[in-house]
């Protein structure tokens, strides 16, 4: 059974904009923190952005008033808005839950790819 489902990515131009967006099962997203991950080619898995249940977020430094990470808690539903696109945004994102209580599983999407060039 697929728990986390991905959309949005794509090839966009620098200063373009793209939303993503992550749908999970309900029984996982009440009870975890979400999140958006990145890897780009020869580099490491990085955190992007987190939402806790309660709304509270956090966010990469390389990305602090560009992008937006938001959940509608009614359709399980986590989405992350990127606007003024770099090259250097160009990576594999990837939605993460974590669970934050009972047994505290951890949880990913299958990815999707966001490449900014001209």
Known sequence: QVQLVESGGGLVQPGGSLRLSCAASRSIFIISTMGWY????AKQRELVAGITRGGRTNYADSVKGRFTISRDNAENTVYLQMNNLKPEDTAVYYCNAQVRVGNLDDYWG???QVTVSS
């Open 38 to 41: 990145r890897q780009a080619p």
């Open 110 to 112: 299958q990815g999707t």
